[in-house]
């Protein structure tokens, strides 16, 4: 199996920043895209931005030019830097990691954390 556990929200005031992380750990050959989303109340969850095994990144508009993600590939770790924080990115941050469990063709399965919550004052 394979767990996937983010780390890093909190309560922050406007105009701040916070780093959130993301470690898979278990039955993990290699990792493919890992990504972050995020869900506000009584929203649908949205993408944030993702990354490619080789460092290719991708951003979602609504955060566009105030966040970056990056990995650790010997860690399994995904990160998210985000500043200048405004009250509308209050939401829980999720990580989405695409697992390759072997070198069979196909094996490849992509696992969500529980969520940190990010909560931005005004």
């Known amino acids: 199996q394979v767990q996937v556990v983010e780390s890093g929200g909190g309560l922050v005031q406007a105009g701040g920043s916070l780093r959130l992380s993301c470690v898979a750990s278990?039955?993990?050959?290699?990792?493919?895209?890992m990504a972050w989303y995020r869900q506000a109340p009584g929203k649908e969850r949205e993408l944030v931005a993702t990354i490619t095994s080789v460092g290719s990144t991708n951003y979602a508009d609504s955060m566009k030019g105030r966040v970056i993600i990056s990995r650790d590939n010997a860690k399994n770790t995904v990160y998210l830097q985000m500043n200048i924080l405004k009250p509308e990115d209050t939401a829980v941050y999720y990580c989405?990691?695409?697992?390759?469990?072997?070198?069979?063709?196909?094996?490849?399965?992509?696992?969500w954390g529980q969520g940190t919550q990010v909560t931005v004052s005004s």
């Open positions: 989405n990691v695409a697992v390759r469990r072997s070198i069979r063709l196909g094996d490849v399965y992509k696992y």
């Open positions: 278990g039955s993990i050959f290699s990792i493919n895209t």
